[in-house]
């Protein structure tokens, strides 16, 4: 094996086998392979693409240049992910309703990436929390919580922590190829027996078309069954934040309320996707089934009580699910911002919220940048509400006037008013796989 001969492959047009594959990945991983071979053969994939069997190939060989976790549990190993969007906390409310329901739920997570949200980000906004822990701390918060949402450490998948670093400054980040083995070499190290992928479609997601949200669903949910998993795709709408909160504090806030029983998009999208789980592990014996049970424990209780007993092995106060509305953090300025006419919400601009989430302190805009857990927009306006002029279309929190000044403008034009009420899409597009 050498890398010249692959990256030449490659370029070819010629399909590699999963030895050459296998080489390749355990070079990035040990560092065998150059920046320079690394940043070829990411473009090699990019012009040229790989059929569904290097797809595969590819993905499980940078998978297996890490630990892949293997379970002696008395339940099914479940997981999720989402493709990212704004107001995105799903994963907050299903971890712990599939909990709740007897599986277990090993959930690898990242950090905010763009204009979206990091799920790891919104839980370290709860005061004493730790989102990285070692294997022995996971094992042990699936046994006593059932779920266990957690940072990847460095013996996961190391060759795509490589190689995402080098996309990220050759412009490949966009090849579905890559895009395909990025996520599942991280989620299959994580061996579940089911995945469900959240494919964001909308103007506060990556994918803005049906066809682009189309092809990622397709070629994620084939390479994932091809390597031995169920797996199944849902195309769910992002054309609105989906929470009313976006901003980690505030998206905790947003979790917790549908935990307590609040209901909204937020919970309909968790009932969606931990339905159709349900139905691939046989816990529910169809989708509609399974979707009642997710909203049966959420509304009992357990699910919310799973949910803080994990919370409090990463670090969480004692009796979080009691004291959650004055622990989480908040912004020492609040600002409404009112429409400037009357008319009907006809279309919000996600990217443009995410952005200004990020600009308030929300996110990162380097990668050493330290996060304000307690910014971001709060109660925010839906598609075809109907606003009077002076109405607020949302709240902001900042740390300062003029970050919230600037926030107040950004949300002005992110927000457009109309004479009639437009059509409301509708929350599940489509399902794949």
């Not at 040229?48 to 008395?74: C, F, H, Y």
């Not at 910014?375 to 900042?398: T, Y």
Request: with cysteine; proline share 4%; aromatic share 2%.
């Amino acid at each position: 094996m050498e890398a010249r001969a692959i990256i030449a492959a490659l370029r070819q047009g010629q399909q590699l086998d999963a030895a050459s594959l296998r080489w390749f990945s355990q070079g990035l991983a040990d560092h065998t392979v150059t920046d320079a071979q690394a940043g070829a053969f990411a473009m090699a994939v990019c012009w040229r693409g790989l059929d569904t069997q290097a797809r595969k190939d590819l993905t499980l060989a940078m998978r297996d240049t890490g630990d892949v976790l293997a379970w002696d549990l008395d339940g099914p190993v479940l997981d999720k992910h989402s493709t990212g969007g704004v107001g995105d906390c799903v994963s907050l409310v299903l971890a712990p309703a599939l909990a709740a329901l007897g599986a277990y739920v090993p959930m690898i997570s990242g950090r905010g990436l763009g204009h979206t949200g990091g799920t790891l980000d919104k839980l370290e906004a709860v005061p004493g929390l730790s989102t990285q822990v070692d294997e022995a701390t996971l094992r042990d918060l699936l046994r006593t919580s059932g779920c266990a949402i957690v940072g990847a450490s460095g013996r996961i998948a190391p060759a795509d922590k490589r190689l995402y670093a080098i996309r990220d400054v050759t412009a490949t980040v966009e090849s579905l190829d890559l895009i395909t083995a990025s996520i599942l070499s991280k989620k299959l190290a994580a061996s579940p027996d089911a995945l469900i992928l959240d494919v964001k479609l909308g103007s506060g997601a990556f994918m803005k078309s049906q066809a682009e949200a189309q092809a990622l669903a397709r070629s994620l949910t084939e390479t994932a069954q091809a390597a031995g998993c169920a797996c199944s795709a849902m195309i769910t709408d992002m054309n609105q934040p989906l929470a009313p909160n976006l901003g980690n504090a505030l998206e905790m806030r947003s979790a917790m309320a549908v935990l307590s029983g609040q209901g909204g998009a937020l919970l309909e999208c968790a009932a969606l996707l931990g339905g159709r789980l349900l139905v691939d592990c046989r816990l529910a014996e169809d989708e509609e089934a399974g979707q009642e049970k997710i909203r049966q424990v959420i509304a009992d209780g357990t699910a919310m009580e799973r949910f803080c007993r994990m919370l409090t092995q990463m670090g969480a106060p004692v009796g979080f699910e009691k004291t959650w509305q004055d622990i989480l953090p908040r912004a020492p300025i609040t600002r409404p911002v009112p429409a400037p006419d009357d008319g009907y919400v006809t279309a919000i601009e996600g990217e443009v919220l995410g952005h200004s989430v990020v600009r308030l302190g929300g996110g990162r805009l380097v990668e050493s940048d330290t996060i304000d857990p307690s910014v971001g927009l709060a109660d925010m306006c839906r598609l075809g509400q109907r606003v009077s002029a002076g109405d607020p279309l949302c709240v902001v929190h900042a740390s300062d006037e003029a970050a919230a000044e600037q926030a107040v403008q950004t949300v002005l034009s992110a927000i457009t008013l109309g004479e009639d009420a437009p059509e409301l899409p509708p929350l599940l597009h489509e399902r794949i796989g």
